[in-house]
DNA sequence: CTCGATCCCTGGACGC
DNA sequence: TGCGTCCAGGGATCGA
């Protein structure tokens, strides 16, 4: 389930992969999940992709002008959004494309860049620079670089639990459910605690570990749960170190107390009872499914 | 403002 | 072996 570190690993592969390439042609597959297909394969023949970054847990892929166009004016861009099981690689023309590749583009080099997402939980959308702009304003701060001084404020101003603030992208863009889980256990914060009731002590723990596990997750290429692959086809590596996520029934590694799971935000959360005192009156709405 | 519920979608895990 | 059911969860939407 790609989130801030897997779309940042995806989008650095395709920089160094893509960047440059001129798309010749477009296929669309199913277009379900794309916001005006149409469009998308009307602009993109002739455009180079100039760039690929990241933004929250969206990938921009910053498009050339085209011949007829003035430069400095039309830079539009491709957005894409890899949802749940969504992939964005290049690969040989001739090579047998994945079940439910969706979109492929053709590149000037005898590669396609191809899209592929079986729940199709993704999105993609062509975008003006001015419904760029639109677009992006909706979204929060990058949860890498807002400051501690910002951050603190900013989780303690609302009433959300503290899950759902981490998850909510008009808030912070990019953070998932795991990672919201991996830093509240590292902050000793219950999911279930209200950000207005943190205080300024633990709103700075936790921007402390949110950073270093996404900084860490990065450079270990992400985590692969589920099925995520980056660009280049490769498993993340942080899934070994997940404290939290997906360990329910297994034992914190601080204190050997088991984790837990409960529904929080409408959400899976994995915390530790001990470690993560929940809040006066919170009851444990716990999560059905496996006992263990 | 914040909440939970519901929907989208497919693959994988699990129980029988 | 197969079949049904549950679940994964990012995001949109809607009613409370």
Redesign the pocket.
């Known amino acids: 389930?790609?989130?801030l570190p897997e779309v940042e690993t995806v989008a650095r592969g395709l920089q160094q992969s893509v960047a440059g390439r001129r798309v010749l042609s477009v296929a669309l597959g199913?277009t379900?999940f794309i916001d005006n297909p149409a469009k998308i394969a009307e602009e993109l023949p002739g455009r180079r992709i100039e760039s690929v970054r990241r933004y929250?847990?969206?990938m921009l892929l910053r498009l050339s002008p085209r011949a007829d166009e003035p430069p400095e004016e039309h830079k539009p861009a491709l957005l894409v959004?890899l949802?749940?099981?969504g992939s964005l690689a290049p690969a040989p023309a001739s090579a047998p494309p994945l079940?439910?590749t969706h979109v492929f583009l053709a590149l000037d080099d005898g590669r396609e860049l191809r899209y592929a997402d079986?729940?199709?939980?993704g999105?993609i959308a062509y975008l003006s620079e001015a419904d760029e702009f639109q677009e992006l304003a909706?979204f929060g701060a990058d949860p890498l670089e807002i400051g501690a001084e910002d951050f603190a404020p900013l989780v303690r101003?609302?009433?959300?639990?503290i899950k759902?603030?981490l998850?909510d992208?008009g808030v912070l863009r990019g953070v998932?459910?795991?990672y919201?889980d991996e830093s509240l256990w590292r902050a000793k914060i219950h999911p279930a605690r209200?950000?207005?009731s943190l205080d300024r002590s633990q709103a700075k723990h936790l921007h402390a570990a949110l950073q270093d596990i996404l900084k860490k997750a990065i450079l270990l290429r992400g985590s692969s749960?589920?099925?995520f692959l980056d660009s280049e086809g490769r498993r993340g590596q942080y899934q070994q170190h997940h404290r939290a996520?997906?360990r329910e029934g297994k034992a914190c590694s601080r204190c050997r107390t088991r984790i837990r799971?409960a529904?929080?935000?409408?959400?899976?959360s994995y915390y530790c009872p001990r470690c993560q005192r929940a809040p006066r009156g919170w009851r444990a709405?716990r999560?059905?499914?496996?006992t263990f």
Not at 118 to 121: K, L, S
Not at 287 to 290: L, N, Q, V
């Open positions: 389930m790609p989130e199913k379900d929250g847990k969206f959004h949802g749940m099981t079940k439910h079986p729940r199709r939980f999105r909706a101003a609302h009433r959300a639990r759902a603030l998850l992208q998932g459910n795991i919201a209200l950000g207005s749960v589920a099925s996520y997906g799971r529904i929080i935000a409408g959400r899976s709405v999560g059905k499914r496996k």
